[in-house]
């Protein structure tokens, strides 16, 4: 396996990712506020009952500290002009189907939805990782997000990635157990989108 730390990408001039770290955290959780509930779809960690703030802590805190060992990569999406956080995305290795090594997940502040933060930052962060050889990451869906699957079959589509149905999963949102769908992407240094 290869390892690196996460470090900074510039995707274009309206957006650049950097690593999460706690300086960001009250900029996160203004975010996260901005977004509630919806935000707990793409973070089901996040226990609904319980104060953001400190949960938020915790996530950036162990972020950070495995994001500078390279066992998981999280990035804030940021304007540059303005410091302002746009959302968040990041791999991490909780995966359930048996080929990848990598599960991507991405947010965006209710606020900023529907103006390509998503797309940019998955390709980019995809193009970040294929860097270091061959991988393959795992993306998951709710079929019952609209936007949400948009946005999963166009990242599938460009990277030319498969669906992967043994992989498919019950996650517990809020309670709710949602059955999510399972795609593949398999990357390298030679691999880029359509």
């Not at 959302?87 to 991490?92: E, K, V």
């Not at 606020?111 to 980019?124: P, V």
């Not at 948009?150 to 498919?168: A, L, M, Q």
Request: net charge neutral; glycine share 8%.
């Amino acid at each position: 396996m290869h390892r690196r730390a996460t470090s900074s990408i510039r995707v274009d001039e309206g957006l650049v990712l950097r690593p999460a770290s706690k300086s960001h955290i009250p900029d996160i959780v203004e975010a996260f506020e901005e977004t509630w509930p919806d935000v707990i779809r793409a973070m089901p960690w996040i226990n609904p009952d319980n104060e953001i703030r400190p949960q938020i802590e915790d996530f950036i805190s162990d972020t950070e500290r495995k994001g500078r060992t390279g066992l998981l990569h999280h990035w804030i999406m940021i304007r540059p002009w303005d410091g302002y956080v746009i959302g968040l995305i990041g791999f991490d290795r909780v995966t359930r189907s048996d080929r990848a090594t990598w599960n991507l997940g991405y947010w965006v502040r209710s606020s900023e939805q529907r103006h390509g933060y998503a797309r940019r930052s998955i390709d980019a962060a995809l193009g970040w990782l294929g860097q270091v050889g061959e991988i393959v990451v795992e993306v998951k869906v709710d079929p019952n997000n609209a936007p949400g699957s948009k946005t999963v079959i166009r990242t599938v589509r460009k990277w030319k990635g498969e669906r992967c149905v043994s992989g498919d999963s019950a996650i517990t949102v809020a309670g709710v157990r949602t059955m999510h769908e399972c795609h593949l992407i398999e990357l390298g240094p030679g691999s880029s989108p359509l």
